[in-house]
């Protein structure tokens, strides 16, 4: 029986396309009587369905357009035209199947995501790895992941790892991670066994949110197609009375069965579900995934986007943007010691400290005599050496070096947090962190624009001069800073007021304002927090430019849906008319309907194909290229870095000019040669990609301007 149920459409539409054929080739033969008879047995067939899925929808409670097919094929039998009915009967089962075949087609790429989610993991216990039910995970658990399967946890990587992340983020590469990195659940590993320290259990993982969303985004339906629910129920009154009309008028019941044959209206039953889960299917690729086609309506109607700061705009977690040495200490020794010392730290700002410090092959050592003092920092020994982070006092007393009272002027004027170090008992050095603002937030407020965003707003507890500054690098419209969570939702209320809203945030204090938003998106790459629960929209993958991509792709796909009704709905009312006036018998309306069915559902099918979006897609060797580049610019950032310490040191009264003599020849050894690299490879990378020469000007006047002030140090 639940083999039936599950290809019940299957098997109605093979049968009465099977009774049809069947009695077409009995009418060649001349066998008249034969072929009316297997007509009829497919006009019964689609009349006994018909009246079982309006009875389903009675049951339900629910307006059901398929009483016109089932007055359809009673009439058709009732003057004597079963041919006619087995048409209907064949053009009701073709458009079901149709319909079940391009819904598992739309829906896809969202229960491919359901279905990979692992079911055991392997749990490190003393030297022994023991497999156990994922459920079985608990924050804490040394979770071993072998080559070729799914992390079945968040947590923080133990071992360098190769990860693929396309099933969360859409990048077909594998991806490199460092020890001290977050990793997400739901990724594959890639490369060796890796192991990492499980930071949440698996029900409450990252992939286990983005599961509870995919189940979210297949369970509800848009308004459009509510919508189109209550345009088909005032059609079918319509027809019926169009039917009446035709009969009354003419005193022939043929014409009446014939307009009710033309009169079903599946292009609008039909094409707008599947355009709409099109939409749905092809946002989840894009790492975006929407609650259901209401969200996608609200998100496509947006007209204003509201943007919370940490986390959305910014990255979200601090990052080493500098490295201050102080008289003896090399900076590479700075932060290698640092980050070896915070490799034991549970501090928000250790995790930047260690994945700064953990470049190259040489492992960081782990520290010994750990001890966390609070409200002052963390020591211990590295190496045999003794190690000091933390505030200015707790490294350096009441009287600190010149130098490291510069680094604190330096980090009040740049907005950064600095964390001294203290080796041997001296001050050595500072390690400053930023939380900077994400390297596609501008491009991805160009493309809202270009998306027909009207209007781009800063929405902030921060204060006023950091997001003034944010704002301003990033080019929102207006800033709304220091709002706590109950201002950010009395903001929210008073743009909606004036056009429909797009709410972005990733935190807690977010929810509110995401849930009165008429979208609300939430940033949920780092795992699931209250604002994913309260959000309409969940970008899955760490980059806020696939917002814009997602716009494009829902407002195509309800582009496309109204396409797909208006020409259909167009076509049936056409063809009721003609029909009504007599030139369209009953069969030939029949095959009039069929044909217009599968334009209707073609055009929705567009909505799948792949179409114009904001990212950029380069060719794998334009990628290994670009992180090529970035990892030579990686390396040459120390020797930028010690142009500022130099120049902190001269002194006009008794000035060494060594040191700054021994940089100018380090930055033309290992600068220039970089931006030469630049100006060759990556100025002609992204003219290709981008298809101009004019969004490189800029990037190759910073060269020149760059060699230009070289060449004046010889």
């Not at 980059?543 to 991509?549: T, Y």
């Not at 194909?609 to 580049?629: G, Y």
């Not at 004019?694 to 010889?714: D, F, M, N, P, Y």
């Amino acid at each position: 029986m639940g083999w039936v149920r599950r290809h019940g459409v299957t098997l109605f539409a093979a049968s009465s396309t099977g009774l049809l054929a069947a009695g077409v080739l009995a009418w060649l033969l001349h066998g008249g009587t034969v072929a009316d008879v297997l007509w009829a047995a497919a006009a019964v067939l689609g009349l006994g369905y018909s009246l079982w899925l309006l009875g389903a929808a009675l049951r339900r409670r629910e307006p059901s357009v398929d009483v016109v097919a089932v007055l359809a094929l009673a009439g058709a039998l009732a003057v004597g035209e079963p041919f006619a009915g087995a048409m209907i009967a064949v053009m009701l089962g073709t458009g079901r199947l149709l319909e079940a075949r391009a819904d598992a087609r739309a829906r896809r790429d969202l229960s491919m995501l359901v279905q990979r989610a692992p079911g055991t993991a392997r749990r490190r216990v003393g030297d022994a790895v023991v497999e156990v039910p994922v459920d079985a995970i608990a924050v804490g658990d040394r979770v071993v992941v072998a080559a070729g399967e799914v992390v079945p946890a968040d947590g923080h990587l133990l071992t360098r790892a190769v990860l693929d992340e396309s099933a969360l983020t859409g990048e077909a590469l594998p991806v490199e991670r460092e020890v001290g990195e977050d990793v997400r659940s739901g990724v594959v590993n890639a490369g060796g066994p890796a192991e990492l320290l499980a930071t949440t259990t698996a029900a409450h993982s990252t992939y286990a949110a983005v599961v509870r969303l995919v189940e979210q985004a297949q369970a509800s339906s848009a308004r459009f197609v509510r919508l189109a629910d209550r345009l088909a129920v005032v059609f079918v009154p319509a027809a019926l009375a169009l039917a009446a009309i035709a009969w009354a008028w003419s005193g022939d019941a043929v014409r009446a069965v014939a307009v009710l044959v033309v009169a079903t209206p599946c292009p609008l039953l039909l094409a707008a579900p599947i355009a709409i889960m099109s939409g749905l299917s092809r946002s989840a690729r894009a790492g975006v995934i929407i609650k259901g086609g209401g969200a996608l309506e609200r998100l496509a109607d947006g007209r204003v986007v509201l943007f919370d700061k940490t986390g959305t705009l910014t990255v979200g977690r601090p990052q080493v943007t500098g490295v201050v040495a102080g008289e003896d200490v090399p900076a590479a020794e700075v932060l290698r010691l640092a980050a070896s010392l915070d490799q034991l730290s549970a501090h928000p700002l250790a995790a930047g400290i260690v994945t700064a410090g953990a470049v190259g092959d040489v492992p960081l050592p782990l520290p010994d005599e750990v001890e966390e003092v609070a409200g002052y920092g963390i020591q211990g020994r590295v190496a045999g050496r003794a190690v000091r982070l933390g505030k200015l006092a707790f490294i350096a007393g009441d009287e600190p070096p010149a130098w490291a009272l510069r680094v604190r002027r330096r980090a009040e004027s740049d907005g950064s947090l600095a964390v001294y170090v203290g080796i041997d008992g001296r001050p050595a050095g500072a390690v400053l962190l930023q939380d900077p603002i994400r390297p596609d937030a501008r491009r991805m407020v160009r493309a809202l624009r270009a998306s027909g965003i009207g209007r781009v707003v800063l929405l902030t507890g921060d204060r006023a001069d950091v997001a003034d500054a944010v704002g301003h690098l990033v080019g929102v419209d207006a800033v709304l800073a220091d709002h706590d969570p109950g201002a950010k939702l009395a903001a929210v209320q008073r743009e909606s007021a004036a056009a429909p809203t797009i709410m972005v945030g990733d935190g807690i204090n977010d929810a509110p304002a995401l849930a009165v938003a008429g979208a609300g998106v939430a940033l949920a790459a780092r795992g699931a927090t209250a604002s994913s629960e309260a959000a309409d929209v969940v970008l899955t993958v760490d980059r806020v430019d696939a917002l814009a991509d997602a716009i494009l792709i829902v407002q195509r796909a309800r582009r496309i849906a109204w396409w797909a009704v208006g020409v259909g709905m167009a076509a049936s009312l056409a063809a009721m008319a003609v029909a009504a006036l007599g030139f369209l018998p009953p069969a030939a309306g029949a095959l009039a309907q069929e044909l217009i069915d599968v334009l209707a559902i073609a055009i929705a099918l567009v909505a799948v194909l792949p179409a114009r979006t904001h990212t950029v897609t380069l060719s794998s060797d334009d990628v290994a290229t670009a992180q090529r580049l970035r990892a030579e610019h990686e390396a040459v950032l120390p020797v930028v870095e010690e142009i500022r310490t130099v120049a902190d040191r001269l002194s006009t009264a008794r000035p060494d000019l060594g040191p700054a003599r021994r940089l100018a020849q380090r930055v033309q050894d290992e600068v220039l040669p970089h931006e030469a690299s630049d100006e060759a490879v990556l100025v002609p990378l992204v003219e290709r990609a981008l298809d101009s020469t004019e969004v490189t000007a800029a990037l190759s006047r910073t060269h020149a301007e760059i060699a230009h002030r070289v060449a004046r140090l010889r």
